[in-house]
Antibody, heavy 122, light 111 residues
């Protein structure tokens, strides 16, 4: 069974940094692209960042580009999100999501963790 | 404002059929990019309902179906049940922003 467990969230002041972790189990982590998606309390979903299986390609939403860095450790089955220069608008529940593949490599998000809450406030 | 447009809310009586629309543009759905759908129950993580426009993962009832045409996609739910009350999101990739996008979500109420 796929299991994704996020951690590292908390209350942080504007301008500070935080690192989120996602521990993966139940599947061959090193074979799959992974993503971070956030959800503002009471609002919708926003893709934050994604990383290919071998870290060879990463992508970021415009809203976080230059401030957030995604990485992974395939030996330990961990996904990370280093967040710097945090702003109140970054306050959200952050989910990690696993990619599934179909039709020769097309991607979709097939499993999600339960999320970790980040609150940016002074 | 989301790149994919969904109605904010919808309602239906038990047993009825409802359809949730998702309207995109030429840089996402209209560019041939596939649409996926998620269901989010209160205080839970999103759950995959449909991938690749019309494919159901194992365990998803066949009451749920997806379709795509032109720049829009739809999620249909037949035989509406009380447990279907949730927020539904469409999801795709956008070549303009160079990243994944979500619809704003549709809150479905079962009357």
């Amino acid at each position: 069974e796929v299991r994704l467990v996020e951690s590292g969230g908390g209350l942080v002041q504007p301008g500070k940094s935080l690192r989120l972790s996602c521990e993966a189990s139940g599947f061959a982590f090193s074979n799959y692209a992974m993503h971070w998606v956030r959800q503002t309390p009471g609002k919708g979903l926003e893709w934050v960042s994604g990383i290919k299986w071998d870290s060879g390609s990463v992508g970021y939403a415009i809203s976080v580009k230059g401030r957030f860095t995604i990485s992974r450790d395939n030996g330990r089955n961990f996904l990370y999100l280093q967040m710097t220069s945090l702003q109140p608008e970054d306050t959200a529940l952050y989910y990690c999501a696993k990619t599934g593949y179909y039709d020769g490599g097309r991607e979709y998000f097939d499993s999600w963790g339960q999320g970790t809450l980040v609150t940016v406030s002074s | 404002q989301s790149v994919l447009t969904q109605p904010p809310s919808l309602s239906g009586a038990p047993g009825q059929r409802v359809t949730i629309s998702c309207i995109g543009s030429g840089s996402n759905i209209g560019a041939g990019l596939d649409v996926h759908w998620f269901q989010q129950l209160p205080a839970t993580a999103p759950k995959l309902l449909i991938y690749g426009n019309n494919n159901r993962p194992s365990g998803v009832p066949d009451r749920f179906s997806g379709s795509k045409s032109g720049v829009s996609a739809s999620l249909a739910i037949t035989g509406l049940q009380a447990e279907d009350e949730a927020v539904y999101y469409c999801h795709s990739y956008d070549t303009g922003v160079g990243g994944w996008i979500f619809g704003g979500g549709t809150k479905l109420t079962v009357l």
